[in-house]
Each structure stands twice: as C-alpha cells, then as structure tokens.
C-alpha cells in the first residue's frame, strides 16, 4: 500500500537497547550514513525510500512539479505508522539529508530513510527500524561491523590552484569596489584519489576523533565535520550558530592569544561577520519569534583555526519545520555573500567548477520536523565522477574536497589563500 501520494507507507519502531560505545561500527562501510557530536548522534542502515532531486531525474518526472524536500517529507512523515516509546531527539523516523549549493548544480540533492537506525543521546542508545510494507527489502543486520584495513588518499590542486585562486580573490574585490556585491564567498578545489573498497567509516572516525566539537557527517558519499550548524529545530526551540571570520592558531600559548584577540578587533572580519549575522536574522524573522543574538560576536576555538561566531535563538511562530529553514537560509551570507543573488552570479563567474554539494546543508530531519543541520564545510565528496587530472581506475575511487574565505573590500589575496589552507586541514589530514 501507498500513501494518496505515491509515497509508500513506513512502519517504523524504536526500542531502547543497551547504551552503545561505537556508533560507527554499526553503518556501513562502504556508504555510511552518520551524523555524529562528542560521541552522540545516529548512524543509518540500509535505505527503504526518500526523496531525489538533480539534473539526472526519472524519465517523465517534471522538476518544476515536484514538491520541495519539506513538502515531500510531510506527507511521508503524516502516512507513516510510528511506534516510539524513547522521544529522544534522532528516534522514531528520521531521514539523513544532503543538499546542492547552487540550484544549477549537476549534483544530487537526497533524503536518504534508511531501514534501520542506531543512535545515542547523553547515555542512553535505541534502534530504530523502517520498513516499507509493500516492499520486502529484508531486515537488515543491526550489529558491530568490524573494520577494514587503514588506507589513505591523495588530495592535489585542481581547476583553482594557489596562484589562480589569488587572481579570483582580486576580481571579486573589483566587483565589490564596482559595486556588484558587498560581500562574496570564493572557494578553491583539491581533487585526488582514495583505494577502492576503502572502509569509509576510518574517515569518519579521524574527523570525528580530531575535532570532536563539530558535526561530523557522511551522507551518500559526502564526509566532513563541519563546525557551521545552518540550524536545529526541536520542539519549537530554533537555534543557530553563524561563523564567519577566521585566523589560524598560533604555534604556541602566547601567538594563540594573540590570533585570538587580532581575530576580535579585524575590522574586515567583524565586517564580513556582520553581513553574515544580519543574512541569518532577517531569514529567520518571518518564522521565528523571541529571535535573539549575541551582541558581539565571540571567538571560536577548534584545533586548526579561530572563528568569529554568534549564536541565535529563538521559537517557531509558524509551522515550520527544520527543513522549512533550511530551504529558507541557504545560502546564507557565510557561504555565499551579500547580496545573496548577486553574490551566487559572481561565485558562477569566477569560480571555474561546480561546488557540488560543499557549503549546500547537510544533516537529519525526524516525523515531527525537528532536526539538526549544518553547512557542508570542512569535507570531501567521495566517488563524485572523473576528476580533473586523474585517470578513473578499477582501483581507486575520485575524491573532491573544497574551501572557501570570505572576501569584502580590504581582502588581501595571500592572507585568504592562507585561510583555505587552513580549512582544507581537516580533510587533508584525516585522508593521510
């Protein structure tokens, strides 16, 4: 049977189980599904149904007429039979999610439902398992999975090297100083390679080992660990953490301190900052009341850099959902620039590639709506295609990975080369 939509109806049951050590053990190695903080989150297993958008859809199927990630998740979330005794936030139906930067973009934008689903909240563990009823797709195995072999990747330049890049940063100063946009987010590439049949969950792990106070992802093939939430809905509660302005960390106590503190008092940092702030607060507004942020920004540490960062609350005034949000805030200034739409023209001109799904949302959404999402920073897109300066062989898979800096009008050309070297550090580091 299936929903008046065409959707099919979902069984799912959550049952609490005992607490779980090592989530990623439990999601496959070949394409997990993970969403993970300080050793909390979900994994998923398998993949019952969800919902597909990009340039290479069904024959017959109209992209202008198909509903949007929210509408379609609605309606399969109100047919779906849901038996949830737990209520924590990842039980009961979720779905993992994956988004295109650029409406133009070649890549796929994906809810993927998987069939079953492990998680863990402040101690306690469940699982969950999804099932289509008028497809037998079998019950899929919920146990550990031991883990392969250690292996490792090759990133080099690829269509934006260091030199290039340097001459984009100038040209869209020139399209600031000419009055095009105020702001713009410029990215450069890397591409290379990693061993076919390598266990994706040991780049997960490094990530989410190295920088335990992020959001660490795999979603079809996209894996990173973003310190950017784009936004979390839970019952009714709205929040967002916006981060833009960066500084590497110093190389001992006292340069750290002050790269923090030259960080706080960046003229062109608090600017780019600012436009980010004010991007998230004026989406916001129409669905979020009691909306408040931080006076002034605060400084953010991770392992590898210092940020700017504000953060934003508020409660849901209407009937918005999580993924309501998401289709309303990206992109935002952070990853894109001011103004939005001629920001994304300039970003087309100049940058020679497609981001794909870098800097698009990534994350999960339950039934009910609520869910956690963050910008797809800080990662690499596995098995994307033929790569740029690389043969395709039967024993290697393609691997993109992407960083980006913000650049206002005092926006020096090697001091944001610098910034994407420092961002590309997680992903490079975890694929070595």
Known sequence: MTSAYGLPRLVVETREIEPVDDLLAFTSPASPLA???????????????????GPRLPPGVDPERMPSPAESWRLQAASAQVDDPVGLPG??????????FDTRSTATSRLVIPQAVV????????????????????????????????????????????????????????????????????ARD??????????????????????????????????????????????GAVTARVLAGTIPRGADATDDAE???????SAKDIEEHRYAVRSVLDTLGPHVRDLRADAEPFTLELPNLWHL??????????????????????????????????????????????????????GWVDGTGDGEWAIALRCAQ????????????????????????????????????????????????ALA
């Open 309 to 362: 960062a504000t953060d934003v609350a508020g409660d849901i005034a209407d009937h918005a959902s999580s993924l309501d949000l998401v289709a309303a805030l990206h992109p935002t200034a952070a990853v894109a620039g001011t103004p939005t739409d001629a920001a994304i023209e300039v970003i087309r001109r100049i940058e020679p590639f497609d981001r794909g799904r870098y800097a698009g949302p990534v």
């Open 119 to 186: 998680g863990r909240h402040r101690g306690r563990s469940w699982v969950t398992r999804i099932r289509n009823i008028t497809a037998d797709l079998g019950e899929p195995a919920v146990e550990p999975i031991p883990y392969g072999p250690y292996w490792s990747g090759t990133l080099g330049p690829g269509s934006l090297a260091p030199a290039a890049y340097q001459a984009a940063v100038r040209t869209a100063v020139d399209a600031i100083a000419a009055g095009e946009i105020d702001k713009v987010v410029l």
């Open 259 to 265: 790269a923090s503190d030259s960080l706080a008092h």
């Open 91 to 100: 039980t009961g139906l979720v779905a993992f999610g994956t988004f295109a």
């Open 190 to 235: 890397l591409v290379g390679t990693i061993p076919a049949g390598a266990d994706l969950r040991r780049l997960v792990r490094a990530l989410a080992h190295d920088y335990p106070d992020t959001w660490t992802y795999a979603v079809d093939g996209l894996i990173g660990a973003s310190p950017e939430t784009l936004v979390t809905v839970s019952r």
């Open 382 to 429: 596995i098995g994307s295609g033929p790569v740029r300066g690389y043969a395709e062989f039967s024993d290697t898979v393609p691997v993109v990975a992407h960083a980006g800096a913000g650049i206002v009008a005092a926006s020096d050309p090697e001091t944001e080369l610098l910034e994407t070297r420092v961002k590309f550090r997680p992903i490079v580091d």
């Open 35 to 53: 969403w993970l903080r300080r050793g909390d989150g979900i994994v998923g297993i398998g993949e019952v149904g969800g919902y597909e958008r």
